[in-house]
């Protein structure tokens, strides 16, 4: 008689015990293959998530590796970025600590204007750093009545497009942010705390601003985590316009009878466009620090004029951003 209970040999008793052991070894058999089943699936899933680094994969983490590493090389290879408020005849000692003479570049930081919000309320500004959404690309001014619209970004070609992602400002200012319960109010004031930090001069708290869609943001307590599930991670931007410091000649307006005033100094800045930059010293003291100074009064194009008797912005001061290189 065989022994195997799937099997039988003619002339074999169908016995109870052969049926009994029968539906045993069909139970125990499919439980060991759902077992297996199981088995393989898990190991699928587990192969799967070899391949990724705390939910990322391969490319990316590459990717996160490369972006952080070079957030950081510029710094560690002699190279500074400074953002100072310069006033006539006074001199500024910016320390370095490069050990050498850097190459030293400036740059005016130029005003544009934005609509700031603080809270509930709104205001037109003229500021030098400004945090806004994708969704903010042109502003309804903030001024009762006026239809006037802002254009942070301009799409038809006409102006240079100024934006760097908020994302890249956290790396290059070591910032973290991992951690998705944090708040992205705390994090924007934790931004602001750090671009103003030494060697940086602190700026008015009228010469930077949020965006309406950064203060309700903000204002609403977001997380880091709830900004990044529903898109708009990506979409947060940091704006500030550079222009180039390379000292121009004054232009001669012409005056009544069609001659060149020799002496521009006494036409009225009013009535001058303006002209970039203002005349700007640099000097090497030693190995570790260099001294900045604005030789004459900072002047600004017409539009940046007082208007009805009130002031845009600070005309005592030239900002300006150094770029040094070693």
């Not at 049926?19 to 077992?35: P, R, Y």
């Not at 007082?306 to 600070?314: A, D, F, S």
Request: aromatic letters at 12%; glycine letters at 6%.
């Amino acid at each position: 008689m065989s022994t195997d209970p799937y099997k039988v040999s003619p002339g074999d008793l169908i016995t109870a015990k052969l049926f009994n052991g029968l539906q045993d070894k069909i139970n125990h058999d499919t439980d060991e293959q759902i077992k297996k089943a199981i088995d393989g699936i898990t190991n699928v899933q587990k192969a799967g998530d070899a391949e990724k680094f705390g939910g990322k994969s391969p490319d990316e983490v590459e990717k996160t590796i490369i972006d952080q590493v070079l957030a950081k090389l510029a710094k560690k290879t002699g190279y500074r970025l400074v953002f100072k408020r310069l006033q006539e005849k006074e001199w500024d000692t910016v320390a370095h600590d490069l050990g050498a003479f850097p190459l030293v570049d400036a740059y005016q930081l130029d005003y544009f204007e934005v609509v700031s919000a603080d809270g509930e309320d709104k205001e037109n500004k003229f500021v030098n750093f400004y945090l806004y959404h994708s969704t903010e690309t042109e502003l309804r001014s903030a001024v009762t009545g006026e239809k006037r619209k802002l254009f942070i970004e301009k799409s038809d070609g006409s102006e240079f497009v100024f934006k760097i992602p908020f994302e890249q400002m956290l790396k290059w200012f070591e910032i973290p942010y991992s951690n998705s319960s944090q708040s992205i109010g705390d994090l924007v004031a934790e931004f602001w705390q750090n671009l103003f930090k030494k060697p940086n001069d602190k700026f008015d708290v009228d010469q930077y601003a949020n965006s309406p869609w950064f203060e309700k943001c903000c204002g609403d307590n977001r997380s880091i985590g709830i900004l990044k599930q529903r898109d708009d991670w990506d979409e947060l931007w940091f704006q500030m316009r550079a222009r180039k410091t390379i000292n121009f000649p004054y232009p001669l307006p012409v005056v009544q009878g069609g001659a060149a005033n020799p002496l521009p100094q006494l036409v009225p800045l009013v009535e001058w466009s303006a002209v970039f930059p203002n005349n700007l010293e640099v000097v090497h003291l030693d190995f570790n620090n260099i001294g900045v100074r604005l030789l004459k009064a900072p002047f600004y194009a017409n539009s940046l004029q007082p208007v009805n008797g009130e002031e845009k912005i600070n005309r005592t001061e030239l900002k300006v951003m150094l770029l040094l290189k070693v």
